[in-house]
């Protein structure tokens, strides 16, 4: 359920998290996962499905989304520019940015767009998960992007093995050197809560984390 506290601003669940009491009701948990995947659909993956005008950093006008989800889809006459903004303030990934009445996704595009405004990685250590059968490859050849525009990477071997566990039981974990790769002149940005985006990632900045490392870190979770 996604709800507004007068005093705390928008959350999501049946009370204010910081003052645990009972907010304004935006909308349910199945109007707020339909629209979640309308927006992502929208703004990573086919904007002009619905008609939407996006620029080259991938922004899109809000008023005009709303509009738009209210043509193609049924049920969502009630949707207004505070429900988009509600749902991006508190997306648990930080997939969303809103801005002077535009919205974006900030990472996970196949479409074209540069989201080089992004502000730019201040960590100097990321990871990248891969499967066993993928690693000597990824570690000989670099990393590159295949379903998304972008190489995603992630600030922890944690939220790594997270990521990889979408794909694969048991992902192996790749380290990146980003002190070294920034210095030469790659381009990290911070573009979620936990995910980094760059163009690629040489294989000279590439190394296996431990496999005990790994266990360590999954059997303390």
Known sequence: ???????????????????????????????????SRIIAGALRHFPEKLGLMMDGKGWV?????????????????????????????????????????????????TIEVSPDDLPLAELDEFYYPVTEEEADMVIEGGLHPTDRKKVHLSGSVEKAIEAGKVRTEAPLILKIDGKKAKKAGLKIYHAGKDVYITDGIDAKYLSKVKKSEIKKIEEKD
């Open 1 to 35: 359920m996604l709800s507004e506290c007068e005093e705390h601003g928008y959350y999501r669940g049946e009370l204010c998290p910081t003052c645990n009491k009972n907010g304004k009701f935006l909308m349910n948990e199945n109007e707020l996962n339909s629209l």
């Open 61 to 109: 006008d809000i008023s005009s989304l709303i509009d738009a989800i209210g043509t193609a889809r049924s049920g969502f006459n009630w949707l207004r520019v505070h429900h988009i903004e509600a749902l991006a303030a508190t997306d648990p990934r930080g997939r969303y940015q809103i801005d002077g009445g535009m919205v974006r996704a900030t990472y996970g595009h």
